[in-house]
């Protein structure tokens, strides 16, 4: 694993690398932007198949997510054909600052 300041690091909303999920070490791309309807800030993201966090958790349950000094409550949703879980969030996101 590299450590989040050597991660993949495209757009200032955007994350890939390293994180934790519900304590479980995993792979993730993150996503974040602030949504004008509602006034609050918005991130999503895949996880990389994780057979650990496959049987720690199930969609629709709440996670914590840490990446770096970041971390946010966020909700674990489908597994994609690949065996991802997608994570989503509101408020601040899990993606430290640059």
């Not at 946010?72 to 601040?92: K, N, Q």
């Amino acid at each position: 694993m590299t450590a989040p300041e050597e991660a993949l690091r495209v757009d200032p909303d955007d994350y890939a690398g390293p994180a934790t999920v519900a304590g479980v070490p995993v792979q993730v791309n993150l996503h974040s932007w602030f949504e004008p309807i509602d006034g609050h800030v918005h991130w999503i993201g895949r996880i990389a198949a994780n057979d650990a966090l496959a049987e720690a958790c199930s969609a629709g349950k709440p996670a914590q997510i840490v990446v770096g000094d970041a971390s946010a409550e966020g909700r674990l949703s489908d597994v994609d054909p690949w065996g991802r879980f997608r994570i989503s969030g509101i408020g601040a996101p899990p993606i430290p600052a640059s």
